[in-house]
């Protein structure tokens, strides 16, 4: 879905939106304003609570979402057992010279905030086209607390509103790393907040893409300049005065107490093709784990020290054929028929952890999902946070 970046100089004027999305603008929003509220806590008091976080990325490919499109088998909404959702998606619109160089076009994050708020909160659509809400009781539903949006990346932090005066401080950060080393084809949005006494950070990343022997270097390159030059400006993010801001709140992603990178990293399979096509015909997913690039750099601790990732047990989430479980690799003509666009199936969207107090309970592909040549990924965490709540100066 990306453009050739010699082609990136040439400006594209955008298209209007659909009234329909367009409609929802009011709706849309970067912070959720009125989170600063927190409970009062007796001097000394240090209990920790655990609630359950869920972790999602998707690569969609630049494709429109259908207005009918349900979410919630990927939420695992009818668990019910999730007290925060942090979405990341890469390639929301497409990564052409319009998109990457002209004004952001909102109206495909509008959308997706919309079917993630419908899918979280059982909303059912009527054949007058209003929305009917089947949760009614406040606990159970789900508000935004943050989102943000840089080209095709966008991140959503959601959390129940029986929890929401906890989460605090909450704040979004984007570093472009892709032509020119800044242009936001590539790169990653980070968003943070404070829950209770304990600080949050997910990293939603697009890194470079390509097969080729430098690809991975590239991956690397870029994971370090995300972690680099992403800061957080020492403000609220919630709408209240900076100077109510703590002193110690963290600006750098490694300085908070839990971390997930999560997103397309676009690390590849490090074999010959040949070898390579007949274990993906056996299934054979173990064998070719070993030659995963991002396991390989996790294993040797270089880019990624100190970073934890689940056990992979799925299938490749990449590269299928369109509204197809086949991979675009395996298509018909062979390997002499192959083009650049035909490329090997691997891991390229994955989900990675740090810090002390998580545990991962998940780690899955959502098969279901057939929009994009991506299919979606998900994790579950144990979360421990400190009841204590840091002081607002």
Not at 188 to 202: D, I, K, P, Y
Not at 325 to 352: E, N, S, T, Y
């Amino acid at each position: 879905m990306e453009e050739n970046p010699t082609t990136l100089a040439q400006m594209i004027w955008p298209r209007s939106a659909s009234s329909r999305v367009l409609l929802l603008g009011h709706r849309f929003f970067s912070e959720f304003v009125g989170l600063e509220k927190s409970i009062s806590m007796q001097e000394g008091q240090s209990e920790n609570v655990k609630y359950r976080v869920f972790a999602g990325t998707w690569n969609v490919g630049g494709e429109a979402p259908p207005d009918d499109l349900d979410l919630e088998d990927w939420l695992d909404t009818k668990a019910g057992s999730y007290d925060i959702y942090v979405l990341g998606f890469q390639e929301i619109v497409p990564l052409n010279a319009r998109n990457v160089l002209g004004p952001k076009q909102r109206s495909a994050a509008m959308k997706w905030q919309l079917l993630i708020g419908d899918a979280l909160n059982n909303r059912r659509s009527t054949q007058e086209g209003e929305k009917e809400e089947a949760i009614d009781q406040e606990h159970e539903v789900f508000r935004c607390v943050v989102s943000k949006q840089m080209v095709g990346i966008f991140v959503m932090v959601w959390a129940r509103s029986g929890l929401r005066r906890h989460v605090r401080h909450a704040g979004v950060s984007s570093v472009g790393a892709g032509v020119l080393g800044r242009l936001g084809n590539k790169g990653a949005v980070s968003a943070r907040f404070l829950l209770h006494g304990t600080s949050f950070c997910f990293v939603c990343c697009h890194l470079a893409s390509g097969g080729d022997c430098g690809g991975a270097l590239r991956r690397n390159a870029d994971a370090a300049d995300i972690l680099s030059r992403t800061t957080f400006l020492h403000s609220s993010g919630g709408g209240a005065p900076a100077s109510q801001a703590p002193p110690d709140l963290p600006k750098k992603i490694l300085d908070h107490d839990r971390v997930v990178l999560l997103g397309d990293l676009n690390y590849r399979i490090a074999m010959d093709d040949g070898e390579a096509r007949q274990l993906v015909s056996a299934r054979k997913w173990s064998m070719l784990l070993e030659n995963d690039e991002l396991l390989l750099e996790l294993s040797k601790g270089r880019q990624f020290d100190g970073w934890q990732e689940g056990h992979v047990t799925f299938a490749p989430s990449y590269k299928y054929h369109r509204n197809s479980d086949q991979f675009f690799w395996c298509a018909a003509g062979g390997a002499g028929g192959r083009d650049k666009k035909h490329r090997a199936p691997a891991w390229c969207d994955r989900i990675l952890w740090r810090g002390k107090g998580m545990r991962q309970i998940r780690y899955e592909q959502c098969g279901g999902y057939r929009l994009s040549d991506h299919r979606p990924v998900r994790a579950a965490f144990e979360a421990v946070c400190e009841l204590a709540e840091r002081v607002d100066d």
